[in-house]
């Protein structure tokens, strides 16, 4: 099993652009999420998945898209990059809600956005 | 609002001390506590997961206890080696969510 995987590993944008973040897992899990970690502000859930075609926000939604379109994938889009979004983002997995069972991370991707 | 508190934010240690990394939570309602690894630059690694009807779970040389009625979890490193030198974060679940704490950076000196 390759786990949860996520591409690209580094990004660098321009304020106003938009792009998407991959992430996919092969594990057969229900649940999928993406966190943005911070220097002093720790892991924020942005938004979370608990089944294809089921998607709800999490602490900090704005700016940020999501589809799950099936089980394996869960892609974040940012609309309009803006500098706040430089961050660390880290997309979870497990198996039924979050909490209930072992969260699985990907490695991360690791946005700069000038 | 379930919050989660790591204390020290820091720890050094020389090899082969055994470590010791609290984790603190102000809701007691919980299913589980999920302890894990992050190396500089990387992402999280999960090390233990505690449910909430067990007071302790091992593996190998890490050993994690679960006090839920003080909200508090300990993670126990024994024989520390420079290997073990990164940042080890608690989480809990709240409202569909893992709530993290700041996490313990840790370095083992050899």
């Known amino acids: 099993n390759a786990g949860v995987t996520q591409t690209p590993k580094f990004q660098v944008l321009k304020t106003g652009q938009s792009m998407t973040l991959q992430c996919a897992q092969d594990m057969n899990h229900e649940y999928m999420s993406w966190y943005r970690q911070d220097p002093g502000m720790g892991l924020r859930l942005i938004h979370y998945s608990v089944g294809a075609g089921i998607t709800d926000q999490g602490e900090v939604p704005n700016g940020y898209n999501v589809s799950r379109s099936t089980t394996e994938d869960f892609p974040l889009r940012l609309l309009s990059a803006a500098p706040s979004q430089t961050s660390v983002y880290f997309c979870?997995?497990?198996?039924?809600?979050?909490?209930?069972?072992?969260?699985?991370f990907g490695p991360g991707t690791r946005l700069t956005v000038l | 609002k379930q919050e989660v508190t790591q204390i020290p934010a820091a720890l050094s240690v020389p090899e082969g001390e055994n470590l010791v990394l609290n984790c603190s939570f102000t809701d007691s309602a919980i299913y589980n506590l999920q302890w894990f690894r992050q190396d500089p630059g990387k992402g999280l690694t999960s090390l233990l997961l505690i449910q909430s009807s067990q007071r302790e779970q091992t593996s190998g040389r890490l050993n994690a206890s679960l006090d839920k009625s003080s909200g508090r979890s300990t993670l126990y490193i024994a024989a520390s080696q420079p290997g073990d030198s990164a940042t080890y974060l608690c989480?809990?679940?709240?409202?569909?969510?893992?709530?993290f704490g700041a996490g313990t950076q840790v370095v083992v000196t050899p």
């Open positions: 989480a809990v679940p709240s409202w569909g969510k893992l709530q």
């Open positions: 979870a997995s497990s198996y039924g809600l979050a909490g209930a069972n072992e969260q699985f």
